[in-house]
């Protein structure tokens, strides 16, 4: 069973230009909403989370948004640069467990 | 930054072998955990570890598998006779808290250590 649905598989974005990844949960225990930066070779390490009980939260040029109603939350990259270029997963978690859930992952290109 | 370290970064070996995957959690940390990624797929929690013991694992986690830590700064991941299957790139991680996860509070991952069953 699948907790975390993310989508796109991949994605191609032009530097400058807006990435946009989504993701839906079911279990609505979950209260804790990461998303985490994988670069090749390397362990994911935090970019951004929230909580539910804000529906956006920006720090610097990645934002989330969190929708509670649809259990659905996305990440925002605003003016994309070919640095940001990685794998990207979303995950939760909630309080009665341990293990973060994690989506299959997105791989971002942003070309020059 | 403080960092997860884990050794080796490769590790080769032949099916049905044992295999120990070792990491060095961060030194104020006192939740550990493990989880794997096979090629090209999501990453899959294994386990969770607090005050010498099992949190919580997964149904991936079965008898085959063994963590444990053996001294103050090392904690280890076993399995036991190797399969196929097992080969995923194992990540070790660590943090300051457990549940309830705060937005400004990180889980903190190692490099990873590939494993090839063979």
């Known amino acids: 069973q699948q907790q975390v649905k993310q989508s796109p598989q991949s994605l191609i974005v032009q530097k400058g230009g807006i990435s946009i990844i989504n993701c839906a949960y079911e279990?609505?225990?979950?209260?804790?909403f990461p998303w985490y930066q994988q670069f090749p070779g390397k362990g994911p390490a935090l970019l951004i989370a929230i909580r539910p009980d804000v529906s956006e939260k920006k720090e610097g040029r990645f934002t989330i948004s969190f929708n509670k109603s649809a259990k659905q939350f996305s990440l925002h990259i605003m003016d994309s640069q070919p640095g940001d270029s990685a794998t990207y997963f979303c995950a939760a978690n909630g309080d009665s467990g341990y293990a973060l859930n994690f989506g299959k992952g997105t791989s971002l290109l942003v070309t020059p | 930054e403080p960092e997860v370290t884990q050794t080796p970064s490769h590790q080769v070996t032949q099916m049905g072998q044992e295999v120990i995957l070792r990491c060095v959690p961060i030194?104020?940390?006192?939740?550990f955990y493990w989880y794997r990624q096979i090629l090209g797929q999501k990453v899959e929690f294994l386990v969770s570890f607090y005050n010498n013991e099992i949190s919580e694992k997964s149904e991936i986690f079965d008898d085959q598998f063994s963590v444990e830590r053996p001294d103050g700064s090392n904690f280890t991941l076993k399995i036991r006779s190797t399969k196929l299957e097992d080969s995923a790139m194992y990540f070790c991680a660590s943090s300051s808290r457990d549940r309830g996860l705060s937005t400004n509070e990180k889980l903190f991952f190692g490099s990873g250590t590939q494993l090839s069953v063979l």
């Open positions: 279990n609505t225990a979950f209260d804790y």
């Open positions: 030194s104020n940390h006192l939740y």
